[in-house]
C-alpha cells in the first residue's frame, strides 16, 4: 500500500515451524523468514500500516461456520469447505504474495469446535493448528497477517442478554478464547495482528441467533459494551507476555462503520504498549454496487466524493497516533462472476485515496478476485494494478511524491467523471415491465430481493412477499411473512429498504411517503423521517436500514422538502426480539 517510507529493516525474526507453527526459541527447522525481533515492532502504528501495503481476505474459508451442522469433532477441512472454498494450501499464500498482497486477513470461527454451549470453551487443538499452519504460511512468504474471530455463529449476542448471568458468560468466552489464541502465538513474530472482532462490536450485540433473550441493550449500551470489549481485549492480550507485550492488535470499530466508529460515544482502548493500536473499519458504499450481485455502475462524481469524504475522516485516527485498516472493501462481481463495470476505477481510486490518507485497504475475496486454482488474479488490469502497489514498489519512492502521484490521479480521474449516470432506456420494455413496490430484505435467517432490481426469486425458501403493483399516486401496502421460513421467524437484519422498479422512470421526482410500519402485527414508530432518493437512478427507494449509508445525498427528496431533517436509518434493528411480519403502508406521492 502506498505509504510513507522508513528505513527498511534488513534484520530478520527468526522463528522455526513445528507442526503447530511458528515458535521461537525452538529447536526445530528455521524457515527463511528467520527475523529479528526488531521488524516490524520497531515501528508504529502509523508506520506498520504503510509497510503492510495491499491486503486480501481469506474469505469464506476459516470462518465458514459448521458448528450446529457438524459438532466439534469433524476434520478441520470439513468446516473450512463447508461454503465452498477449497482447503488452503501454501501455494495459494505464496501465489498472493506474488499478485501484490503484502498482508492477508484470515476471519476465524473459532467456536467450531468449542463445546461452549456446556461451558467449555477449550478450542480444539486440531483447530489452532491448522490456522497456525496458514499464518505460518503466509509469515514465511513475509507478508502481514491478521486473525479475528468473525461472527461465529452469533454468539457475540449473549452480550445483549437480558440475564446477568448470559453476558457474565459471554465476556468469560471471550476472555478465555483470546487467552487461548494469544498464548499458542505469543512467540510469533510482529508480522502477526490479532483482531478483536469482525462486525460484531456495536448492534449486533443484540443478535438473537443463539441467545434467545438477546436484544436488551441500547444504542449507548452498544457502544459502552464494545469499548469494555475491546479494552479486556488488549489487556488480555498484554496478559500473556512474549512478543503479545508489544504485538500489533486491531481494534474493531462500531459496526466496523466509519461513521458510527467516528461517534464519540467509541472510545480506543488504553494500552500498556505504545504506538501499538490499529482501528478496524469496512466500506462498502454504495452496497448497490459493493455489496449486491446485480450488475452495477460506479464512477460518478458525486461516488468519488462519497469515498474521499468517508476516508479522508478517518484522518482523526492516523492523527491521534492510530494505524488505519479498512479491514474489507471491494464491489463483489455479478452473479455469472464477471466483473462490474468500473470495477478497476473504483478499485484504483480506493488505494489511491488509502495512500494519501495512510490506511492500509484490505480486500475482501473468497475467490472472487484471486483464483486459488491458478494462484494469480486472472483479470489484468486488477493484476496489473495490485503489482503497482504492491510495497516492494512504492518502498522505492518517498511518501510524498507517492501521495502526490495518488492525488494527481484522483484528480484526472474525478475531473474526467461525469456529473450524472448515463441511462439507455428501452422504455417498451419498461411500460410492459411496469412498476413494483416491494420490501428489501437481508436478515440473520432470511433474505428477499435485495438490490435495485426486483427479482423475487431471490428468496429464502418459505418467505412470503405481498408486492403491490404501481399505478400512480396512491396508497400502496407490501409486506414479509417470515413464518413459514424454518425458523418462523428472522432474528434480525442488517439490511433493509422499500424499492420500487422503474420508479425513477415511470414516476420521476415521485415521494414514497411511509404512512404506517407494522412489526409483528404491532405500530413501531420511526426513529426518523425517510428520504426517497435512487442509488442507480432507475429503481426508487427508501431506505429502512443501512448501516453503509452515514449520510443524507444531496438529491434525496422529502415530503416536507427539507432533506436536512431527514435520517439514514429510520428503522432500528436492535428494538426486536424476533421479527415474524413486517407490513409498511405509503402513499406514493407526485411532485
Request: aromatic content about 12%; charged content about 20%.
Amino acid at each position: 500500500m502506498k505509504k510513507k517510507l522508513f528505513k527498511q529493516i534488513i534484520s530478520i525474526l527468526l522463528v522455526c515451524t513445528t507442526s503447530i507453527g511458528l515458535l521461537s526459541g525452538c529447536g526445530g527447522k528455521k524457515e527463511k523468514n528467520d527475523l529479528s525481533k526488531s521488524y516490524p515492532l520497531n515501528l508504529t502504528a502509523v508506520e506498520a500500516t504503510t509497510h503492510m501495503g495491499n491486503g486480501i481476505n481469506l474469505g469464506n474459508t476459516m470462518e465458514a461456520y459448521g458448528h450446529s451442522s457438524y459438532g466439534t469433532s469433524a476434520a478441520v477441512s470439513v468446516y473450512e469447505t463447508s461454503w465452498g472454498q477449497p482447503v488452503t494450501t501454501e501455494a495459494m499464500i505464496k501465489g498472493m504474495k506474488a499478485s501484490g498482497f503484502d498482508s492477508i486477513r484470515i476471519p476465524i470461527a473459532w467456536t467450531n469446535m468449542m463445546n461452549y454451549e456446556s461451558g467449555d470453551y477449550t478450542i480444539n487443538q486440531a483447530y489452532l493448528d491448522r490456522v497456525a499452519e496458514i499464518v505460518t504460511w503466509a509469515i514465511n512468504a513475509e507478508m502481514f497477517v491478521i486473525i479475528n474471530d468473525h461472527w461465529d455463529g452469533g454468539w457475540w449476542g449473549k452480550f445483549g442478554s437480558s440475564t446477568e448471568a448470559t453476558r457474565t458468560e459471554a465476556m468469560d468466552m471471550f476472555v478465555s478464547m483470546w487467552t487461548q489464541i494469544a498464548n499458542h502465538f505469543k512467540d510469533y513474530s510482529g508480522y502477526l495482528i490479532f483482531e478483536s472482532a469482525n462486525e460484531e462490536l456495536g448492534d449486533r450485540l443484540n443478535d438473537r441467533d443463539v441467545c434467545s433473550d438477546s436484544g436488551s441493550l441500547s444504542e449507548d449500551e452498544c457502544y459502552a459494551t464494545t469499548n469494555k470489549i475491546n479494552q479486556k481485549f488488549v489487556e488480555t492480550v498484554r496478559a500473556t507476555g512474549g512478543v503479545n507485550a508489544e504485538r500489533f492488535l486491531l481494534i474493531a470499530g462500531y459496526n466496523t462503520n466509519i461513521a458510527a466508529t467516528l461517534d464519540k460515544r467509541f472510545v480506543m482502548p488504553t494500552d500498556t504498549a505504545k504506538d501499538r493500536l490499529m482501528v478496524s473499519v469496512h466500506y462498502y458504499d454504495p452496497w448497490s454496487y459493493c455489496g449486491t450481485e446485480d450488475e452495477a455502475e460506479w464512477g460518478i462524481k458525486s461516488e468519488y466524493n462519497a469515498l474521499r469524504r468517508s476516508l479522508s475522516s478517518l484522518a482523526t485516527f492516523v492523527e491521534s497516533g492510530y494505524g488505519v485498516v479498512i479491514g474489507e472493501y471491494g464491489a463483489l462481481p455479478t452473479k455469472t462472476g464477471e466483473l462490474k463495470s468500473n470495477t478497476v476505477e473504483f478499485t484504483s481510486t480506493m488505494l489511491d485515496l488509502c495512500t494519501i490518507y495512510k490506511l492500509c485497504p484490505v480486500l475482501w475475496d473468497r475467490g472472487d478476485f484471486y483464483s486459488k486454482k491458478t494462484f494469480n488474479i486472472p483479470h489484468k488490469e486488477l493484476a496489473d494494478l495490485f503489482a503497482q502497489n504492491k510495497y516492494s514498489e512504492e518502498s522505492k519512492s518517498t511518501y510524498d511524491d507517492l501521495a502526490t502521484a495518488a492525488e494527481d490521479r484522483f484528480s484526472t480521474s474525478f475531473a474526467n467523471a461525469a456529473s450524472e449516470r448515463e441511462i439507455i432506456i428501452d422504455m417498451d420494455a419498461i411500460q410492459a415491465e411496469g412498476s413494483r413496490a416491494w420490501i428489501m430484505w437481508s436478515g440473520y435467517n432470511t433474505t428477499y430481493s435485495v438490490g435495485d432490481k426486483y427479482d423475487s426469486s431471490t428468496a429464502t425458501g418459505g418467505v412470503v412477499a405481498n408486492d403491490a403493483v404501481i399505478n400512480g399516486a396512491g396508497t400502496y401496502t407490501v409486506s414479509l411473512d417470515f413464518t413459514g421460513a424454518s425458523a418462523g421467524h428472522d432474528t434480525g437484519f442488517s439490511f433493509s429498504a422499500i424499492g420500487l422498479s422503474n420508479g425513477e422512470i415511470l414516476y420521476p421526482g415521485y415521494i414514497i411517503d411511509i404512512k404506517e410500519v407494522l412489526i409483528n402485527g404491532e405500530a413501531y414508530t420511526l426513529t426518523g423521517e425517510p428520504f426517497t432518493t435512487a442509488d442507480d437512478k432507475i429503481c426508487t427507494r427508501v431506505n429502512l436500514y443501512n448501516q453503509w449509508v452515514n449520510v443524507v445525498p444531496p438529491e434525496a427528496r422529502t415530503i416536507d422538502g427539507t432533506p436536512a431533517d431527514a435520517s439514514p436509518t429510520i428503522i432500528d434493528p436492535t428494538a426486536f426480539t424476533e421479527i415474524k411480519t413486517i407490513e409498511i403502508k405509503f402513499d406514493f406521492v407526485a411532485p
